[in-house]
T-cell receptor, first 114, second 115 residues
Framework: AQSVTQLGSHVSVSEGALVLLRCNYS??????LFWYVQYPNQGLQLLLK??????LVKGINGFEAEFKKSETSFHLTKPSAHMSDAAEYFC????????????FGDGTTLTVKP | ETGVTQSPTHLIKTRGQQVTLRCSSQ?????VSWYQQALGQGPQFIFQ???????GRGNFPPRFSGLQFPNYSSELNVNALELDDSALYLC??????????????FGPGTRLTVL
């Protein structure tokens, strides 16, 4: 069985500040890990993914995440927040190469203050 | 390249009724997954269809059923609607079977309200 815990349902940062969204996972096999972003009234868009190889993963819009097996974590960061980053962010895990059977966390709403 | 589309956008039903939601997969994709996203929660995997066959199911009762058609579009059917079925229903398509990992692309969702 697999599960995802996103620490902090709401995160607020000032524009230009560091963004850190936390994700811890549980998986019985080497996991595939994902971060998605959801804007209001829209579907989910993939920000980045970890499958194998390099543990520091770069994604779109300046986001990156680091897979830390010893900590079972996959935290999402961005050095400098933009107003357009305000959205809901979901971490997901899959123990299958099949992309469509992922388990999602409950999400973190990111607010960016001017 | 056409993205994933879903219809209708919004739907209101009453308890006990039946509903059908539709999804058109992205061009070239052979797999459709359905998720239920309740308010304030992350998406939960309902089931997946691969080449017209169910290919995995989450923890949902049999009154949730689906179909995939030869053009890889899909339907989600829910019978005997309950208040707790109120949610955003997301469809995602992907191309499975040809690589180690394939990205899934989400549609905008159908917002179902059960009164």
């Amino acid at each position: 069985a697999q599960s995802v815990t996103q620490l902090g349902s709401h995160v607020s940062v000032s524009e230009g500040a560091l963004v850190l969204l936390r994700c811890n996972y549980s998986s019985s096999v080497p996991p595939y890990l994902f971060w998605y972003v959801q804007y209001p009234n829209q579907g989910l868009q993939l920000l980045l993914k970890y499958t194998t190889g390099a543990t520091l993963v770069k994604g779109i819009n300046g986001f990156e995440a680091e897979f830390k097996k010893s900590e079972t974590s996959f935290h999402l960061t961005k050095p400098s927040a933009h107003m357009s980053d305000a959205a809901e962010y979901f971490c997901a895990v899959s123990d299958d190469t099949n992309a469509g059977k992922s388990t999602f966390g409950d999400g973190t709403t990111l607010t960016v203050k001017p | 390249e056409t993205g994933v589309t879903q219809s209708p956008t919004h739907l209101i039903k009453t308890r006990g009724q039946q509903v059908t939601l539709r999804c058109s997969s992205q061009s070239g994709h052979n797999t459709v997954s359905w998720y239920q996203q309740a308010l304030g929660q992350g998406p939960q995997f309902i089931f997946q269809y691969y080449r017209e066959e169910e290919n995995g199911r989450g923890n949902f009762p049999p009154r949730f059923s689906g179909l995939q058609f030869p053009n890889y579009s899909s339907e989600l059917n829910v019978n005997a609607l309950e208040l707790d079925d109120s949610a955003l229903y997301l469809c995602a398509s992907s191309l499975e079977g040809l690589a180690d990992y394939n990205e899934q692309f989400f549609g905008p969702g159908t917002r179902l309200t059960v009164l």
